[in-house]
């Protein structure tokens, strides 16, 4: 009587059809009986992923033993795939002289001879690594098309993704009252909290290097466990996910880099779990991030409030800092026909911008007419998309011929990529939002209101207070007149130094 082995395991490839246990058992039996093999034993894997070694205490090891001492002629599983993850399985278990039969029939070594075999496992060798990438392309373009997020790994800032096959999934309602499918994919703090503050920091013209000191000294470190680096940051930050966006097939064009700074926002599918922060935000971050100054060398940020934002009165180029006769200085970087003391001038325009943000009408710097509307650009957008559709399905149909069509294919393109810059201006608003909304929260009174501003001021690293004086105010140095010695009094220095600066409110 043949002895037969079943060899069952419970599949980690979240491909959405995994088969469970006891479906794998049914097939398997339903084999075994109709070659009339006897049922030995069964050898149960749960969870025993493809990258993990399959040693002491799984199944695999004891059904491997078991065929070594021959109580074991045959094993069956439902495909290959279950039972032999590479070509080192298939030598481990042929060399047990034990034979295999899969229920899909792919693998039948129970009439092969020894040569056969090893002609078969060559192949069998190249053809697992084939079918694998395949089966991995397969899923992702499953999950991508039922707007889930890519398996794998978890992502920062996320739980991580529950494997199964359920298509329905029970709802979960978010902090803000939104239902979400309760696949296992929600925001996960304090790693989520980060993420947001990693964008608001890289938007403000923090570093990458910066935003990593942050999260380490916040104790977070990468999903494997790694602290964090610019380019670890980089890739938190660069990832669509974040948003809520589908991200596209990675390429291997691309290096394995997901590609989606390639493409429009809006041929990113929005998938069906909870965003940590806007579309137009990770647009905008994705942008910063493809600069390639930025890229090149992302440590090498002036370190002074004004250097590279001042210009010089006398030629107009930009003031850089240095230290003239041992004072800290600007100095026209073009020639030395202009400095001014550094921290008069620095002391200055964080007073005038505190007192700016502090002022009742601060919120409407957020509220210009110029500022962009995220929601009615994402409106038009939307539309844009639709016109463009629709001239390419009168195409489609024969209405109208694609040179006909180019003129307005054209016009309406154009009106896209418009579109989706000023969205991703709109990203870059939110700089300010923060101080703003501490003043809005001091509510009335002026004091109260500075008192907010300059302590949140106080809290934001140099390049965020850069990007703010950036975004707020135009400076051009002027010379105090020869002779002209600052007064000593704190208000007089202000005034002093007022006069030499011609600032344009933007
Ligand atoms: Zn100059």
């Not at 695999?60 to 795939?81: E, F, G, M, P, T």
Request: with cysteine; hydrophobic share 40%.
């Amino acid at each position: 009587m043949t002895r037969a082995a079943l060899y069952l395991r419970q599949s980690m490839d979240r491909d959405g059809r995994s088969e469970g246990i006891d479906r794998q058992r049914a097939r398997c039996r339903s084999l075994a009986e109709s070659r009339g093999w006897d049922i030995a034993d069964e050898y149960v894997d749960n969870d025993v992923s493809a990258s993990k070694p399959r040693g002491a205490g799984t199944a695999w090891h004891r059904l491997i033993v078991d065929a070594k001492a021959q109580r074991v002629d045959v094993v069956v599983a439902v495909d290959q795939d279950r039972i032999l993850r590479g070509i080192g399985d298939l030598v481990t278990i042929l060399d047990t002289g034990v034979r295999i039969a899969t229920v899909d029939g792919e693998l039948d070594l129970t009439t092969a001879d020894g040569e056969f075999r090893a002609t078969l496992a060559a192949g069998l060798a190249r053809f697992e690594v084939r079918r694998k990438s395949e089966r991995q392309k397969r899923a992702n373009a499953h999950r991508r098309e039922r707007l889930l997020p890519a398996g794998g790994r978890r992502a920062f800032g996320y739980t991580k993704l529950r494997a199964g096959a359920a298509v329905d999934w029970p709802k979960r309602v978010s902090s803000d009252g939104t239902e979400w499918p309760d696949y296992g994919h929600e925001p996960l703090e304090p790693e989520a909290s980060a993420v947001r503050q990693g964008y608001a920091m890289l938007l403000a013209g923090a570093t990458l290097r910066s935003i990593a000191r942050a999260w380490n000294a916040d104790g977070l470190t990468t999903t494997v466990g790694q602290r964090f680096e610019a380019y670890s940051v980089r890739n938190v930050l660069a990832n669509p996910r974040n948003a809520g966006l589908v991200a596209p097939p990675r390429s291997a064009a691309d290096g394995g880099q997901s590609g989606a700074q390639n493409l429009r926002l809006s041929d990113l599918p929005v998938g069906s779990w909870e965003p940590l922060v806007s579309p137009e935000t990770w647009a905008a971050a994705r942008d910063l991030l493809a600069d390639p100054a930025r890229r090149s060398n992302p440590g090498a940020m002036p370190k002074t409030l004004l250097s590279g934002i001042a210009t010089c009165g006398v030629c107009g180029a930009p003031m850089k800092a240095g230290v003239i006769r041992d004072i800290r200085s600007y100095r026209c970087s073009a020639s030395p026909h202009l400095s001014r003391k550094r921290d008069d001038a620095d002391h200055f325009i964080t007073h005038v911008v505190l007192d700016r943000l502090a002022r009742p009408d601060a919120a409407e710097i957020l509220r210009r007419p110029d500022a962009p509307d995220a929601d009615r650009l994402r409106a038009e957008l939307l539309e844009a998309k639709a016109g463009e559709a629709n001239v390419l399905a009168l195409v489609g149909q024969g209405l109208t011929t694609i040179d006909a069509a180019t003129a307005t294919l054209r016009d309406v393109r154009e009106r896209i990529a418009k579109l989706e810059a000023s969205l991703t201006d709109a990203g870059r608003v939110n700089v300010l939002g923060a101080l703003v909304d501490s003043a809005e929260a001091a509510g009335d009174d002026y004091e109260a209101r500075w008192a907010a501003v300059a302590e949140a001021w106080a809290g934001l690293d140099e390049d965020r207070q850069r990007a703010i004086v950036r975004k707020l105010v135009g400076i051009v140095m002027r010379s105090p007149g020869k002779g002209s010695r600052p007064p000593r009094d704190a208000a007089g220095r202000l005034a002093h130094t007022e006069a030499t600066l011609a600032l344009t409110w933007h």
